[in-house]
């Protein structure tokens, strides 16, 4: 059984830094699409960073480019964001997700939600002014 759990959330203020991880369970996350997503009160949900873990290929929001990095660990099955500079706006519950893509990795799948096919329960990140 496929599962993904996140930690890693929090609340800090503004400017400062959380690293997010995402602990794959049930399969290895070699030869993966892997992203984060997040969703604000009121807001649909989007995609912030991706990888595809195969070649490590890397794709970012523009609310995240330099200031957020997607990585992942293969010996720890995880992949990380790490989230620097951070702002009131980033504040949401951030998700994990991954689909086996194969060879095609995120193409085609992020920032498209439906896209991936297994979620994590969220973890929740707040930044304060």
């Known amino acids: 059984q496929v599962q993904l759990m996140e930690s890693g959330g929090g609340s800090v203020q503004a400017g400062g830094s959380l690293r997010l991880s995402c602990a794959a369970y049930?399969?290895?996350?070699?030869?993966?699409?892997m992203a984060w997503f997040r969703q604000a009160p009121g807001k649909e949900r989007e995609g912030v960073a991706a990888?595809?873990?195969?070649?490590?290929?890397?794709y970012y929001a523009d609310s995240a480019k330099g200031r957020f990095t997607i990585s992942q660990d293969n010996a720890k099955n995880t992949v990380s964001l790490q989230m620097n500079s951070l702002k009131p706006e980033d504040s949401a519950i951030y998700y994990c997700?991954?689909?086996?893509?194969?060879?095609?990795?995120?193409?085609?799948?992020?920032?498209?939600?439906?896209?991936?096919?297994?979620w994590g329960q969220g973890t929740q990140v707040t930044v304060s002014s």
């Open positions: 997700a991954a689909v086996f893509s194969g060879p095609y990795g995120c193409i085609g799948r992020w920032p498209r939600d439906a896209g991936f096919g297994y």
């Open positions: 049930g399969y290895p996350i070699s030869d993966t699409c």
């Open positions: 990888m595809y873990t195969g070649g490590g290929a890397t």
